[in-house]
């Protein structure tokens, strides 16, 4: 384990040292269990994550000339598959 030294503001430790005690760890725990979350380049998304990347990227279609349902079918849809039964 690595030992470091860090400068919280007065509302960062309180916050810390409640959060702490309500969860029955120490602080350092509470910060490692930080660093992973939002560091770690394996962890899964949370669901917070998930809304927030989906709010960020919302809108993102709307400069195409198509729909998604529109763009789907002409990616996917039965002319792709008619072009292979003529062979």
Do not use: N
């Not at 860090?6 to 309180?14: F, H, K, M, P, S």
């Not at 998930?50 to 729909?67: I, N, S």
Request: glycine letters at 4%; hydrophobic letters at 35%.
């Amino acid at each position: 384990m690595h030992r470091t030294q860090i400068y919280l503001t007065e509302a960062q430790a309180r916050l810390l040292r409640s959060r702490s005690r309500a969860a029955g760890c120490t602080v350092s725990e509470l910060i490692r269990a930080a660093i992973d979350d939002v560091y770690s380049p394996r962890r899964e998304q949370s669901t917070t994550d998930k809304v927030r990347l989906a709010r960020r990227t919302a809108g993102a279609w709307k400069e195409f000339p198509e729909t998604g349902a529109e763009y789907v079918e002409r990616v996917r849809g039965s002319q792709r598959l008619a072009h292979l039964t003529r062979r």
